[in-house]
């Protein structure tokens, strides 16, 4: 027996002998030795049981009062543009808006998004709204369109320039000319200067939000800076850019369907190079694109002799190797399959209907003779 239960025990047994009870036998773990646990447990318990009930008294009192701390009461003053950029997440969308002053904190506006499925639709763009708004109003204002602060415009692959000047001056009343005076000083804006001393097929379509007050050098700016991202993200060499966008330019404009782009890439290195029956001697590509180019005719047209005999550095009837340069602007599709095209022995393809674009490609004249009289066929079926 320790020391310490010999000292409990005589204090029991004096406090039993001064109320005039008599002790009876000691217990192996009983007496007052056996409520010290028990006593201990309930103090811990009241004091849980004590700090539940204040902490709960505190969360009630406290926690709307500090949800309203962190956001502002709105409606909001002034006005401010905001930019969501492409993949931006609910956190992401806002941190920018306490950033530019629209929201007080992150959290709220966080939490309503979260609980928003409608959230998930807001677009990349430039929106107008107010500073110091309420999480939700900041959230209702960028999921309307009226509150989208630029002029969307949406530039289609295979375009050229001539034809994006009238798209983007329609949607945003910068002159054509202005873009043509721009244009024309093509290295001013970073492009490497080229043997076709020209902006084209270096500008990447797509759908760009433009602010009010860009300017056609700003406009330039934001898409020449998208297709140098795009270049440099699929690391082709600086010195290879023209090359690259020329040869994707033609496989853009020769035909419709993606998966044919990399099988007329692959014609045409065939071509360049002599491949199969050519016997090693580069045979000219003469692609009809490139006529329609230097013609300034759209669509799927035909070439005369004429348009042919014209005398061009796009001629490619007249003039060994690739033109001079790209023809059109090309898209991510048409520079994939410019980097890594299949393997083949290609020389030929004619499009065998041109409603569909369904293309046939042909490694021998005997087989692409075959090809262009079924395209006579069906020609002849639609009168």
Same mark, same amino acid.
């Given at each position: 027996?320790?020391?310490?239960?010999?000292?409990?025990?005589?204090?029991?047994?004096?406090?039993?002998?001064?109320?005039?009870?008599?002790?009876?036998?000691?217990?192996?773990?009983?007496?007052?030795?056996?409520?010290?646990?028990? #006593?201990?447990? @309930? /103090?811990?318990?009241?004091? $849980? +049981?004590?700090?539940? *009930?204040?902490?709960?008294?505190? !969360?009630?009192?406290?926690?709307?009062?500090?949800?309203?701390?962190?956001?502002?009461?709105?409606?909001?003053?002034?006005?401010?543009?905001?930019?969501?950029?492409?993949?931006?997440?609910?956190?992401?969308?806002?941190?920018?808006?306490?950033?530019?002053?629209?929201?007080?904190?992150?959290?709220?506006?966080?939490?309503?998004?979260?609980?928003?499925?409608?959230?998930?639709?807001?677009?990349?763009?430039?929106?107008?709204?107010?500073?110091?708004?309420?999480?939700?109003?900041? #959230?209702?204002? @960028? /999921?309307?369109?009226?509150? $989208? +602060?630029?002029?969307? *415009?949406?530039?289609?692959?295979? !375009?050229?320039?001539?034809?994006?000047?009238?798209?983007?001056?329609?949607?945003?009343?910068?002159?054509?000319?202005?873009?043509?005076?721009?244009?024309?000083?093509?290295?001013?804006?970073?492009?490497?200067?080229?043997?076709?001393?020209?902006?084209?097929?270096?500008?990447?379509?797509?759908?760009?939000?433009?602010?009010?007050?860009?300017?056609?050098?700003?406009?330039?700016?934001?898409?020449?800076?998208?297709?140098?991202?795009?270049?440099?993200?699929?690391?082709?060499?600086?010195?290879?850019?023209?090359?690259?966008?020329?040869?994707?330019?033609?496989?853009?404009?020769?035909?419709?369907?993606?998966?044919?782009?990399?099988?007329?890439?692959?014609?045409?290195?065939?071509?360049?190079?002599?491949?199969?029956?050519?016997?090693?001697?580069?045979?000219?590509?003469?692609?009809?694109?490139?006529?329609?180019?230097?013609?300034?005719?759209?669509?799927?047209?035909?070439?005369?002799?004429?348009?042919?005999?014209?005398?061009?550095?796009?001629?490619?009837?007249?003039?060994?190797?690739?033109?001079?340069?790209?023809?059109?602007?090309?898209?991510?599709?048409?520079?994939?399959?410019?980097?890594?095209?299949?393997?083949?022995?290609?020389?030929?393809?004619?499009?065998?209907?041109?409603?569909?674009?369904?293309?046939?490609?042909?490694?021998?004249?005997?087989?692409?003779?075959?090809?262009?009289?079924?395209?006579?066929?069906?020609?002849?079926?639609?009168?």
């Amino acid at each position: 027996m320790s020391d310490e239960d010999v000292f409990l025990d005589d204090i029991v047994e004096e406090q039993d002998h001064g109320r005039g009870h008599r002790r009876g036998p000691r217990r192996s773990g009983g007496g007052v030795r056996s409520l010290i646990p028990v #006593l201990l447990v @309930l /103090l811990v318990l009241g004091g $849980l +049981a004590f700090g539940g *009930v204040k902490g709960y008294q505190w !969360l009630t009192s406290n926690v709307s009062v500090e949800a309203e701390e962190q956001d502002f009461p709105g409606p909001g003053t002034g006005e401010v543009v905001v930019e969501v950029a492409q993949g931006d997440t609910g956190t992401d969308i806002a941190g920018t808006l306490v950033e530019q002053g629209v929201i007080k904190s992150a959290g709220p506006f966080i939490t309503i998004f979260s609980n928003t499925p409608e959230a998930s639709s807001i677009e990349p763009g430039l929106y107008r709204l107010k500073k110091e708004m309420k999480s939700a109003d900041a #959230l209702t204002t @960028l /999921l309307d369109p009226a509150s $989208l +602060a630029a002029h969307r *415009v949406i530039v289609p692959e295979g !375009l050229r320039v001539s034809q994006i000047w009238p798209v983007i001056s329609e949607a945003t009343d910068i002159p054509v000319e202005e873009f043509e005076a721009a244009a024309a000083d093509y290295t001013s804006f970073g492009i490497p200067e080229n043997p076709a001393k020209s902006l084209e097929g270096y500008l990447w379509p797509g759908r760009y939000d433009i602010p009010e007050d860009a300017t056609a050098e700003d406009v330039i700016t934001m898409m020449w800076t998208r297709m140098e991202e795009e270049l440099t993200k699929r690391e082709i060499p600086e010195d290879q850019w023209h090359r690259t966008l020329t040869i994707a330019s033609l496989a853009e404009m020769e035909v419709r369907n993606a998966e044919d782009y990399g099988k007329v890439v692959r014609t045409i290195l065939n071509r360049l190079e002599g491949t199969g029956e050519a016997g090693g001697s580069p045979m000219p590509l003469q692609f009809d694109s490139t006529i329609h180019y230097l013609s300034g005719k759209s669509g799927a047209v035909g070439t005369t002799d004429a348009e042919r005999a014209t005398e061009s550095p796009y001629n490619t009837y007249l003039n060994p190797g690739l033109p001079i340069g790209p023809i059109a602007a090309p898209g991510g599709a048409t520079l994939d399959a410019t980097t890594n095209p299949p393997e083949g022995d290609w020389l030929y393809f004619v499009s065998v209907n041109t409603d569909t674009g369904e293309t046939k490609f042909a490694a021998t004249w005997d087989e692409h003779t075959k090809n262009v009289r079924e395209w006579q066929e069906w020609a002849e079926s639609k009168g």
